[in-house]
């Protein structure tokens, strides 16, 4: 893993180097007043490190035997947390401080039929665990492990991302199946109220945002090819803006080269809103309003061992 300050373009200090098997998820969090990163290998062992010095500040947890790229953090109670996956212990909350296993979430998912996508609400100031599996999102106490309202539907396939956003009205949940994004205002859906959409948006999502700007929020997404990219070329990947609400363009994809990018995050810099894509094992800035690169020249920090960062 590496910290990378995305204005320079340069290293935040050195690589993280002590995961043994490949890293699956990255989040951030809260912990004794400053920021941790926290990250998941395949293997199920979660690490908790300064993300400036490289360092290690907690002694890992080891969650699971299979990991399965879910890891949320969040502050319950006052307490920094963890939600992680695996098939062999299914969605787990940790005390993220102590490292121990506060309770199981969804419990029939010990088969790896369970949640594949987990993502966090805080609707009135109170943490809400949406998790997708089974053909819907849950949507879960954690404090408690109950569920707060009937399961939202999105037909027979599983969710394979969830995010949330605030778009004025309150939480929204959006998540997508192959080629759909579901969205929900959550107060409403509680309520037993019917979700927004589907939206059928072309290709196979593989990395799915949410970015709220002027008041529109817009899905910024990631999309596998697919026959319905006509004109584009096979064997690469597109970055899709569409707006929430009507499931329109909002402007035409952007080919991200066939870098392989698998994963999606969007920031700020200046104010304007900035999607990052992990092109080429290397980040990618670029601008969500056209789509345009930020010349950003990312290098790679030196590595102990000859080894690469992970």
């Known amino acids: ?9 340069h290293p935040l200090g050195p690589p993280f180097e002590k995961h043994t098997d490949p890293v699956e998820n990255v989040a951030t969090a809260m912990l004794d007043g400053r920021i941790v990163a926290v990250t998941g290998d395949r293997s199920g062992v979660v690490r908790v490190w300064d993300p400036v010095e490289g ?6 947890l080891q969650v699971a035997v299979h990991y399965r790229n879910n890891l949320v953090t969040f502050t319950l109670d006052g307490r920094p ?36 996508a ?23 106490d954690p404090a408690t492990g109950d569920p707060l309202c009937d399961p939202l539907p999105v037909g027979k396939a599983d969710p394979g991302l ?16 192959y080629a759909k994004v579901w969205a929900w205002d959550l107060a409403a859906a509680c309520e037993g109220r019917e979700a927004v959409g589907p939206r059928v948006l072309p290709g ?10 002027k008041g529109v929020s817009s899905i910024v997404s990631e999309h596998a090819d697919h026959e319905r990219m006509a004109g584009h070329r096979l064997g690469t990947s597109y970055l899709c803006v569409t707006d929430l609400a009507e499931g329109t363009p909002v402007r035409p994809p952007v080919e991200l080269r066939g870098e392989g990018a698998t994963r999606l995050d969007l920031t700020r810099i200046a104010g304007e809103a900035v999607a990052v894509v992990d092109a080429a094992k290397k980040p990618r800035l670029l601008r969500v309003s056209d789509g345009t690169p ?6 790679n920090a030196p590595a102990s061992e000859g080894r690469f960062p992970r």
């Open 162 to 177: 969830v995010t949330v956003v605030d778009a004025g009205i309150g939480p929204v949940v959006v998540a997508t199946t």
């Open 55 to 60: 360092r290690e500040v907690r002694e890992p």
């Open 118 to 140: 987990v993502a966090v609400a805080e609707p009135a100031g109170r943490p809400v665990v949406i998790a997708g599996g089974s053909g819907a999102c849950h949507v879960l």
């Open 1 to 9: 893993m590496q910290a990378w300050d995305l204005v320079g373009g």
């Open 294 to 299: 930020i010349a950003t020249a990312f290098t």
């Open 81 to 116: 947390s963890v939600i992680t996956d695996g098939t062999n212990a299914g969605l787990v909350l940790h005390d993220l401080d102590t490292g121990e296993p506060v309770r199981q979430l969804l419990p029939d998912s010990r088969l790896g039929l369970g949640p594949q």
């Open 204 to 213: 196979t999502l593989t990395a799915l945002s949410v970015d709220e700007s």
